[in-house]
């Protein structure tokens, strides 16, 4: 119930095309959803975040997508750039909770091409 | 601000060795966690402390695995003795409340 099934394990984009990577999580407790961005021999960095009080954020060309009724969140990157190209992962956890601690999906490389 | 500060960033070792980790948080952060990322099991929370007193260690594989925070500005991060299974890419990151993580830069492992 802990866990945060990440899909797809890599993904080829054509510069210009829409990256999409979901998550799906089981513990209905999780309330806080970021997405990290991690380039090679570098930690991951956040890059985007959303409570379920709301079913879309957006950051410029990056976008949360959230279901709350079916336990899914997705990452969509319009516009895909070169300069995109890292491991994504997606997370959750029990904001401000004393399980707060972030379980992180296993990770989808985002490769786009130019 | 400088980040989160990981030494050393490579770190080779022999076998049965002993290997400290160390990590400098940013200022003002009240969590520290410490992190495993290996290519067949993703990012693996270790430990992490509140305040410098440990919260969680059921992550830390086993016995040989050991970590302290003797103040808000300093954690480590030791294994004894090392095994190649070991090896791994271990990260540190702090944070003000459970949100927005900060990642150092990492310590890449490897035992031979």
Same mark, same amino acid.
């Given at each position: 119930?802990?866990?945060?099934?990440?899909?797809?394990?890599?993904?080829?984009?054509?510069?210009?095309?829409?990256?999409?990577?979901?998550?799906?999580?089981?513990?209905?407790?999780?309330?806080?959803?970021?997405?990290?961005?991690?380039?090679?021999?570098?930690?991951?960095?956040?890059?985007?975040?959303?409570?379920?009080?709301?079913?879309?954020?957006?950051?410029?060309?990056?976008?949360?997508?959230?279901?709350?009724?079916?336990?899914?969140?997705?990452?969509?990157?319009?516009?895909?750039?070169?300069?995109?190209?890292?491991?994504?992962?997606?997370?959750?956890?029990?904001?401000?909770?004393?399980?707060?601690?972030?379980?992180?999906?296993?990770?989808?490389?985002?490769?786009?091409?130019? | 601000?400088?980040? *989160?500060?990981?030494?050393?960033?490579?770190?080779?070792?022999?076998?049965?060795?002993? *290997?400290?980790?160390?990590?400098?948080?940013?200022?003002?952060? =009240?969590?520290?966690?410490?992190?495993?990322?290996?290519?067949?099991?993703?990012?693996?929370?270790?430990?992490?402390?509140?305040?410098?007193?440990?919260? =969680?260690?059921?992550?830390?594989?086993? =016995?040989?695995?050991?970590?302290?925070?003797?103040?808000?500005?300093?954690?480590?991060?030791?294994?004894?003795?090392?095994?190649?299974?070991?090896?791994?890419?271990?990260?540190?990151?702090?944070?003000?409340?459970?949100?927005?993580?900060?990642?150092?830069?990492?310590?890449?492992?490897? *035992?031979?």
């Amino acid at each position: 119930q802990q866990q945060v099934k990440q899909s797809p394990q890599s993904l080829i984009v054509q510069k210009g095309g829409i990256s999409i990577i979901n998550c799906a999580y089981e513990n209905t407790a999780f309330d806080y959803f970021p997405w990290y961005q991690q380039f090679p021999g570098k930690g991951p960095a956040l890059l985007i975040a959303i409570r379920p009080d709301v079913s879309e954020k957006k950051e410029g060309r990056f976008t949360i997508s959230f279901n709350k009724s079916a336990k899914q969140f997705s990452l969509h990157i319009m516009d895909s750039q070169p300069g995109d190209s890292a491991t994504y992962f997606c997370a959750a956890s029990r904001y401000g909770g004393s399980q707060g601690n972030l379980i992180f999906g296993k990770g989808t490389k985002l490769s786009v091409k130019p | 601000d400088a980040g *989160v500060i990981q030494s050393p960033r490579h770190e080779v070792t022999e076998m049965g060795q002993e *290997v400290t980790l160390r990590c400098k948080p940013i200022s003002g952060h =009240d969590y520290l966690f410490w992190y495993r990322q290996t290519m067949m099991r993703g990012l693996e929370l270790l430990i992490y402390f509140n305040n410098n007193v440990p919260i =969680d260690d059921s992550g830390m594989p086993e =016995d040989r695995f050991s970590a302290k925070m003797p103040n808000a500005s300093f954690s480590t991060l030791k294994i004894q003795p090392s095994e190649p299974r070991d090896s791994a890419v271990y990260f540190c990151a702090s944070s003000l409340g459970f949100a927005g993580y900060t990642f150092g830069s990492g310590t890449r492992l490897t *035992v031979v």
